[in-house]
């Protein structure tokens, strides 16, 4: 049986995702409650820093004997929610064409999940990412990354940095298992409740 992962693309997000991922973003804990026009601050091309901002969406359900493709997938949000969208902060080669540029317009299926980076060469920052909540660990936050990481070596981008509470077990996990690794901490960075920050790293090449 094949993943529901591999049932997404990976586009770049558009003007007309924004209520969904405002929606997703709300519906999650840990996300940051920007709002609608934020993110579109992370999808304009002139806005200085320069963002890359995509989205995972659900390829449309295809009527097979009866039966409809699963289309809910994973629930992970990994923001370290004290950083702001004003903050300058895979593929294998032979995946790469369902991650790249694939549709700038309305989307055409169910939008799962997104990814917001600040560029800033050769380093950006994963500003946030975050899926649904329905059904944990199907490779959608892996998938994004994955895109992601192409999207900025395209921006000759070598290195990605994060942060996140330190208290955030599940985030950490999924991120070292991503190839990210702890490089410090910022002692006290956030509150409600105080607690430290993890620095982590990602090298692109």
């Known amino acids: 049986m094949s993943s529901p992962a591999a049932a997404l693309r990976v586009r770049r997000m558009?003007?007309?995702?924004?209520?969904?991922?405002?929606?997703?973003?709300?519906?999650?804990?840990?996300?940051?409650?920007?709002?609608?026009?934020?993110?579109?601050?992370?999808?304009?091309?002139?806005?200085?820093?320069?963002?890359?901002?995509?989205?995972?969406?659900?390829?449309?359900?295809?009527?097979t004997s009866g039966a409809k493709a699963p289309v809910d997938v994973a629930g992970l949000d990994v923001r370290a929610e004290a950083l702001t969208l004003h903050r300058t902060s895979f593929s294998a080669a032979g995946d790469r064409a369902p991650f790249r540029n694939e549709g700038f317009g309305p989307a055409s299926g169910r939008i799962v999940g997104f990814a917001v980076a600040g560029v800033a060469a050769p380093e950006a920052e994963l500003?946030?990412?975050?899926?649904?909540?329905?059904?944990?660990?199907?490779?959608?936050?892996?998938?994004?990354?994955?895109?992601?990481?192409?999207?900025?070596?395209?921006?000759?981008?070598?290195?990605?940095?994060?942060?996140?509470?330190?208290?955030?077990r599940e985030a950490l996990g999924f991120?070292?298992?991503q190839g990210f690794q702890e490089i410090g901490r910022r002692p006290r960075y956030y509150a409600d409740p105080e607690e430290d920050a993890v620095l982590m790293r990602l090298n692109l090449v």
């Open 127 to 168: 500003e946030t990412i975050a899926v649904i909540a329905e059904g944990q660990r199907r490779g959608v936050g892996g998938q994004l990354l994955k895109a992601l990481a192409e999207e900025l070596r395209t921006e000759q981008v070598t290195v990605l940095m994060l942060e996140v509470r330190a208290s955030n």
């Open 14 to 63: 558009s003007a007309a995702d924004l209520d969904r991922v405002v929606e997703i973003a709300m519906s999650l804990q840990q996300a940051p409650r920007w709002p609608a026009s934020a993110y579109g601050t992370a999808i304009n091309p002139l806005h200085t820093p320069r963002r890359i901002a995509l989205v995972a969406e659900s390829e449309p359900e295809k009527q």
């Open 175 to 177: 991120y070292r298992a």
